[in-house]
């Protein structure tokens, strides 16, 4: 691999770096020289990750190789190079004695992002790269680790954690008592590097616990990779073991901090979660007298050790009642009450929680919550949902307890007190919105809100860390940035994307064919003519894009709106002729096998691609790869401004107006909230262009894109391509041009090949990347290994159509726990309904739905899966000729399904396409003028043969009681 020096040191990188890759490595090995803190913006594709860890590793390992010399010497004082004279006192006095900062003060890379598969992603990279011989290790959840058969069962989390500790606590888990003698195995501090689902294999193959091997190799880890909150939030910072003295912070995909910050310092709590926690104090309570257990349906285990008195419970319980009644007595007003950050601790005190006895309520607590946890096995015990509310507020409000701590929580925080009916007890998307409703009958919840992401970000500086980088494709405007993060910023940079001016097309579209204005703004969603519009500009353009095509939305509310509107209209059934239509699901348990669907769909050559509709900060919004085929490009529908009137986004644009009256260096309100909607565009934008080769086109469908002030919020390097379509029909022309020349001029994607270790890892949502610097989702490349391979499912032309549709009614619908009754088709009353939503109930048991099903329903499920896609699939046909039986004789045999739905979905799937929507045609005439005689006429004409009669005897329960003896009539007299 070729080696560059960067700024004195060596870079091993797989090729010759790319000008943007090199400027971004000389940023972050300046960061790390000069033990500064940076902020670097490099456009998604450009190998960013790729970049971050060649660098940041060829410093460490020159670092490390410095410190040992010096060392060696005995002259580690004066040529420690870089760290300040108090840090290295600090180190001198530790040199040799700290096993986690390792001997003569040797730093460590902790790599964070947002989630542990975008963490895979970046550890997939470092493998195949020629620092994959450094030692790394990665921290997750028991969630993902725990192996042990009763504690991995448990659905909660926190009852998981407990259950886990007591375990522990008492040695009884065995795979824990196996870690000591089994984490110098070879299998496990081996030449290879270990992501989760390795760490999992290697622990159930050694007998022992992955959660706790993780924490054994960070110990003399160099790179440990782990997800923002372990570094974020205190709690987890300590519960993890996560040591940040003169250690390097990577954040990765950093446009998620700000956020995050703010997230992991808020709370929110109930009134009902206090008289929960109240409830369940009084619940041990009576286990502590000789009768509890007569009165009790499900008694306490009295051999589980209790670290409490009886005292203690009637002390935490009167506590409890303070609480509930401090809240109770709040003044609220219709619209809520607003308090300052401090407000909290005179909440608190009312109840005798201080500074001076906070902790010794929160291990009693935390003591109450594990007895309860693991007192008995029964699904229908108390778990202390009560009590970990409590707790978890305790923790966040006394993360810190000196004076300066407090003064910064009342200018960073604020309470707020809101009364909620509780028959809407239910979070909304987003920012979780709250509704006024009449106290009778209403419970009240309390906000404990950070305003600030400096507030997470200076605890971290406390901890002399001895650089930050916050990295990802999406982070301008950085001056705004850098005045919300409150910490000094070194090093600065905006790199220009990898790409040419002619790899990409960005268009306004501020009109669709109809010349409709488009306009996504909150007097307009609803507007019937908005939403056609916006239909059919997306059909005209599924016309001209090849392969993938991405359709973002500003949230699933409006997604469905379109969607149930476009399919009243026929515009979703045009769209999915032309590209079968897969959608983002509201719900996690499906998601990898929709994603499979796609990436196998775009790979199809009976299709000509496919259509992905999400939202943006959904999951396929962030971290998902669509190089080449799989986006070839992007619509974005509207901007995804927050709800406004939501309590936190009124107090946030409020609070940042009081900061910038101070210093006008701070974004104003108005500034935040429309940068909320920016970057929410640019990670959306951010999925299509890859890498080097890479082209797609970019469509901003919304008018408001045209405003200058947008327009400097987008990515710095999509700015200068923007242009505005003023005749939509030339602008259609002008894509198609767009393709057709890329096509020609720029070289085919080369398809990374499936290696051999890969083919055991399972799907992962996220891509990896080969050493070209090209991503490709390796669910992508196991499809295009089989597209040679004739699809059944292409004899079914509109199979995917209805798999599509029924996937986002389910999701948006889906209120059963089980998937049997999910997975039911919903009935209509009639078949005139039935055909007029036909799109949005009918499900379809073609493949698609089978692998959903074996990836995530039980065996009796899937029994039922493979029972009806066999009955769909032959429709009664191939089985009895392979019998011997004649065509004429099936015939004779077969009716019609008595479902509706089934109905429907046989008529859909033996009719060509052009018969099918005469079908629809004639149906919706039949309803709306009930003439009978050009009804049968039509019907006649679809279904007077042998092998459809059975359908057209069908139909008589469908008709109006008026018509069925004569159309019975015409029935018997028909010879076949």
Known sequence: MPE????????????????????????????????????????????????????????????????????????????????????????????????????????????????HSQLTQAMQELKRSSYRHVKAAVLGSRDQMCIHPEVSKETNNMNKVHMCQLKVKSRTCHFYNNVESKKEDRAVKGDEILDIEDLVS??????????????????????????????????????????LLNNIIILDEAHNVEKMCEESASLQIRTTDVALCIDEITYIMRSFSETSDEQMDMTLDNSTPKDFTADDLCILKEIMLAFEKAIDEINVGSEGSTFPGGYIFELLA?????????????????????????????????????????????????????????ERVKMCYKVHVQVEEKKNNKKSEGWGTIKAANPKSAERVLSYWCFSPGFGMKQLVEQNVRSIILTSGT???????????????????????????????????????????????????????????????????????????????????????????WQSEGIWSCINNIKPIFVEPQRKDTFNAIMTDFYSKINDPSTKGACFMAVCRGKVSEGLDFADMNGRAVIITGLPFPP?????????????????????????????????????????????????????????????????????????????????????????????????TAEATLPSPKLKPLLSHEANLGFKE???????????????????????????????????????????????????????????????????????????TISDSSQPLVNIQKRDADDSVLLVAKKKKLKIKSFGFEDNLANGESSSKVVEEKVAPTSLIDFVKEVKTLLEIDQYKKFQVSITSYKKDTDFNVFLKSLVSLFENRKLFYLMKGMKRFLKDEHKEVFQEYCDNVKL
């Open 4 to 115: 560059v020096m960067i700024s004195g040191i060596p870079v091993s990188f797989p090729f010759d770096p790319y000008d943007v890759q090199t400027a971004y490595m000389e940023k972050v090995i300046e960061a790390l020289q000069n033990s500064t803190n940076a902020l670097l913006e490099s456009p998604t594709g450009t190998g960013k990750t790729l970049s971050l860890l060649c660098s940041s590793l060829a410093w460490l390992l020159v670092k490390k190789a410095q410190l040992q010399m010096n060392a060696q010497v005995g002259n580690f004082a004066e040529h420690s190079g870089g760290f300040s004279s108090n840090l290295n006192e600090k180190l001198k006095a530790g040199a040799g004695k700290t096993k986690d900062n390792t001997t003569w003060g040797m730093p460590k890379i902790i790599y964070s992002s947002r989630t």
């Open 202 to 243: 290697a622990g159930k193959k050694l007998n022992c616990c992955p959660y706790y091997l993780a924490k054994e190799l960070k110990q003399d880890a160099d790179i440990i990779f782990m997800p923002y909150n372990y570094i974020l939030d205190p709690k987890s910072r300590k519960a993890n073991g996560v040591e």
């Open 350 to 406: 009312k109840a005798e929680i201080k500074d001076h006895n906070q902790m010794s309520v929160i291990t009693l607590i935390e003591n109450l919550i594990q007895y309860l946890s693991t007192a008995s096995a029964s699904p229908f015990q108390r778990k202390g949902v009560g009590l970990q509310k409590i707790v978890d507020l305790l923790n966040v409000v006394f993360s810190g307890t000196t004076h300066a701590y407090k």
């Open 475 to 565: 982070l301008a405007p950085l001056k705004p940035l850098i005045s919300e993060l409150g910490i000094p910023i070194g090093v600065q940079l905006e790199n220009p994307h990898i790409v040419n001016s002619t790899q990409v097309c960005v268009k306004i579209i501020s009109q669709g064919p109809d010349s409709t204005p488009l306009n996504s703004n909150y007097q307009n969603r609803d507007n019937p003519k908005y939403i056609s519009s916006m239909g059919r500009t997306i059909l005209s353009f599924c016309r001209v894009v090849p392969d993938g095509l991405l359709v973002f939305f500003p949230s699933y509310p409006i997604m469905t709106k379109c969607q149930e509107m």
């Open 644 to 740: 406004l009137k939501d309590p936190r986004i009124v107090l946030k644009k409020k609070y940042l107006e009081e900061l910038r009256q101070k210093n006008k260096e701070f974004l104003s309100g108005d500034e935040w909230y429309s940068l909320e909607a920016t970057r929410a565009v640019n990670q959306a934008i951010g999925r299509v262009i890859r890498h080097k080769n890479d082209y797609g086109a970019i469509l901003l469908c919304d008018s408001r894109f045209n405003s200058p002030k947008l327009k400097c919020q987008l990515s710095a390097w999509l700015r200068d391509l923007i242009s505005v379509s003023n005749k939509f029909g030339e602008t259609v022309s002008e894509i198609c041009r767009f393709f057709k």
């Open 766 to 840: 996220y891509a990896s990347v080969n050493m070209s610097g090209v991503a490709f989702p390796k669910a992508n490349v196991r499809a295009v290994a089989k597209s040679s391979a004739k699809k059944t499912v292409s004899q079914y032309p509109n199979s995917n159509e209805v798999y599509a549709d029924f996937s986002m009614e389910f999701y948006r619908n889906a209120q059963s726990s089980t998937y049997v009754n999910a997975f039911k088709p919903k009935e209509t009353k009639d078949l005139f309904s039935s055909i007029d939503s036909s799109s949005s």
